[in-house]
């Protein structure tokens, strides 16, 4: 698959795989490194092709749409500020690398984020 510019990053949320967030913009190895791994997805997604570019920055004035590139969810270890507003996270995550051996249903929420 094409080297991804950002990564939308999810949680399994009250049991839907919602997305949470996006991140910053990938280096061109991190992202090169990240395309070995995607895979266009097996069946139905979790997600629709666009969505509103307010599900990823609800502070912005924008009201377009976004086109997501939707592959088969995949682990990624992301490191975030504590800033969560209510269902997402506030300021992009970065992503720290991507976790191939961790299957996907196996992820827990942590308990002690707020409206999980």
Do not use: C, Q
Not at 8 to 16: I, K, Q, T, Y
Not at 33 to 60: A, C, M, N, Q
Request: hydrophobic letters at 40%; glycine letters at 8%.
């Amino acid at each position: 698959m094409a080297r991804p510019e950002t990564v939308v990053v999810g949680l399994p949320m009250r049991g839907r795989l919602r997305i949470v967030g996006r991140s910053t913009p990938l280096s061109a190895r991190a992202g090169r490194d990240l395309g070995r791994y995607l895979h266009p997805p097996r069946g139905k997604h979790p997600w629709p092709e666009e969505i509103s570019d307010r599900v990823l920055d609800r502070f912005t004035k924008e009201s377009g749409t976004v086109r997501l590139t939707l592959v088969e969810p995949l682990v990624v270890e992301v490191s975030a500020d504590v800033a969560w507003s209510g269902r997402a996270f506030r300021h992009p995550v970065r992503l720290v690398r991507v976790r191939p051996e961790l299957d996907p249903a196996s992820i827990e929420v942590p308990a002690n984020l707020p409206g999980s």
